[in-house]
Nanobody, 119 residues
Framework: QVQLVESGGGLVQAGGSLRLSCAAS????????MAWFRQGPGKEREFVAR????????YYADSVKGRFTISRDNAKNTVYLQMNSLKPEDTAVYYC????????????WGQGTQVTVSS
């Protein structure tokens, strides 16, 4: 069983930056594909970014490409989301999630952290 705990959210002005962290429990963190999702007010949850187990490959939603960077430190059981040039439309609850490579379904989810970008 893997437990995920996000941190780093907050209120920031448009154009600013935030760094989200997601700390994972358990010994098998390095075997999981990790991702960030977000859910804005009145919107459905959407994919933001994904990183492979070793961190060699990353994937981004078009809406954040060039502004957000996902990374991971397997020694610290932590995945990060560096968010730059934030826009009001980035306002959402951000969730980290993990899955094995045997499925496309994310089995493990954090509780979420609120990011609010003011204009």
């Amino acid at each position: 069983q893997v437990q995920l705990v996000e941190s780093g959210g907050g209120l920031v002005q448009a154009g600013g930056s935030l760094r989200l962290s997601c700390a994972a429990s358990g010994r098998t963190f390095s075997s999981y594909v990790m991702a960030w999702f977000r859910q804005g007010p009145g919107k459905e949850r959407e994919f933001v970014a994904r990183i492979t187990q070793s961190g060699d490959y990353t994937y981004y939603a078009d809406s954040v490409k060039g502004r957000f960077t996902i990374s991971r430190d397997n020694a610290k059981n932590t995945v990060y989301l560096q968010m730059n040039s934030l826009k009001p439309e980035d306002t959402a609850v951000y969730y980290c999630a993990g899955r094995t490579t045997s499925t496309y379904d994310y089995k493990y989810w954090g509780q979420g952290t609120q990011v609010t970008v003011s204009s």
